[in-house]
């Protein structure tokens, strides 16, 4: 509060406008003292004042001094208030700067542990904040980590077993092998709903009973396949061979025979060997088809397949998964980051304040000497120039009182020089000689 009142004083609005103002009054003020000067001078001059041997002058003389005391007077009132506003100021800036060398380091020091203090206090806060969120991406990385591990391991030890790094599968493309599949399956369709509708049924146990032979097909071509592909693997697989391709046996030529008799009953003729064959042999060739595709869709290793197949999702879901979490930590850090930074820099500001705060007052110190010297110069002027009017008035009297003396004569009062004013601001050292 303090030192906003000494702004307040120590920057007046108008200074110089105030200075010209005051000029022009006085100016005013002289134009009429020079025109009574010459008055009185002529006026005392006809009455023959001073008397040519009196040493004193006369006391309209006397009284144009005091006019112009005056203005001088005046002048010290208007300037005043204005030089003790940064004359106070400064005063005070030197106090600062004598206690902060009194103090010394002392000081310094105290501040920058307050300062540190507090950048570590801000510091611990925030990693405390963060800690908990930073702990949950760790654990939640950790754990996809370790699963993924274990799913790597498994596959490791089947690689180590059967020698092979991943399966060897000609018909890489699943959807395409389901498709093959149901197509074979679809070509039965057709026919068995004919057939089966020879029994009365109601139409959709009809198409139970035709959907189920037509699933017979693919299903066992597909498990047959996969024993076949995979029997060294596991010696069991020949039983399960031998039982898919009998069971397809006897489900094929049982379904021929009956397609057979079926078809010659519709037409009124006796059952073909012949077709019993085609429809054998058609039936036939869809299962070898789905034989194929499965043997060459699986490899000959059951577990190397397996495990190979779940490696290949744990590692896409791991990928994923691991972005993620790199993308939140990254941000996370970011934050972080820009907090600890933004406290950081406040320490940084501090400290250079502190560092500073000598440079600082010095050089508010020297902005108010300046001011101050300014101002002195200013009212010092003025007041030259009130004195000038004086000296300039005071010719004019004793002119125009020559010009009516009858003798023509200078009085003996007029041999020493025109006393001069006394001068405030004059006297008055600037606070910067320089």
Not at 212 to 231: D, E, M, N, W, Y
Request: charged share 30%; hydrophobic share 40%; glycine share 6%.
């Amino acid at each position: 509060m303090k030192e906003k009142k000494l702004n307040n004083l120590a920057s007046p609005p108008g200074v110089a406008s105030l200075v010209n103002e005051q000029k022009r009054k006085f100016t005013a003020a002289q134009d009429l003292l020079e025109k009574e000067a010459v008055t009185l001078g002529e006026k005392d001059g006809f009455m023959g004042l001073p008397v040519a041997n009196d040493p004193q002058t006369t006391p309209n003389e006397d009284l144009l001094r005091y006019e112009y005391r005056k203005l001088l007077a005046e002048c010290r009132k208007k300037g005043k208030p204005y030089l003790d506003g940064p004359h106070l100021a400064v005063k005070m800036y030197e106090d600062k700067l004598e206690e902060m060398r009194n103090n010394g380091d002392s000081e310094f020091s105290r501040e920058m542990d307050v300062l540190e203090q507090k950048r570590t206090a801000d510091t611990a806060e925030i990693n405390r904040a963060f800690q908990d969120r930073e702990d949950d991406l760790q654990e939640k990385e950790r754990l996809l980590e370790q699963e993924f591990h274990e799913v790597r391991q498994d596959l490791k030890q089947i690689q180590e077993k059967t020698g092979r790094n991943h399966p060897l599968i000609h018909f890489k493309n699943g959807f395409l092998y389901f498709l093959l599949l149901l197509g074979i399956g679809l070509c039965e369709v057709p026919l068995n709903l004919q057939i089966f509708q020879k029994f009365g049924e109601a139409f959709f146990i009809t198409v139970i009973m035709a959907s189920s032979l037509a699933i017979a097909i693919p299903v066992l071509a597909h498990f047959t396949g996969v024993f076949i592909k995979q029997r060294k693997a596991k010696r069991e697989y020949n039983f399960f061979i031998f039982l898919c391709v009998a069971l397809f046996g006897i489900f094929n030529f049982g379904v021929s025979v009956f397609r057979t008799s079926v078809l010659a009953e519709a037409m009124g003729e006796s059952a073909s060997q012949l077709n019993i064959v085609i429809f054998t042999t058609l039936n036939l060739i869809l299962f070898i088809i789905g034989v194929l595709a499965a043997y060459f869709r699986h490899d000959e290793s059951y577990e190397l397949e397996n495990i190979y197949e779940d490696y290949q999702k744990s590692k896409k879901i791991f990928n994923k998964e691991k972005a993620e979490i790199s993308k939140k930590k990254s941000a996370l850090a970011a934050l972080k980051n820009t907090e600890l930074k933004t406290v950081h820099q406040a320490f940084v500001e501090g400290k250079n304040r502190l560092h500073n705060k000598k440079d600082a007052l010095i050089a508010r110190r020297n902005e108010y000497i300046q001011k101050y010297d300014e101002l002195l110069n200013s009212f010092a002027a003025l007041e030259d120039y009130i004195e000038a009017g004086y000296h300039l008035a005071i010719g004019k009297y004793r002119a125009a009182n020559l010009g009516q003396r009858k003798d023509r004569r200078s009085p003996v009062s007029w041999i020493d020089e025109v006393p001069t004013l006394d001068l405030h601001f004059a006297g008055m050292p600037e606070l910067d000689p320089n």
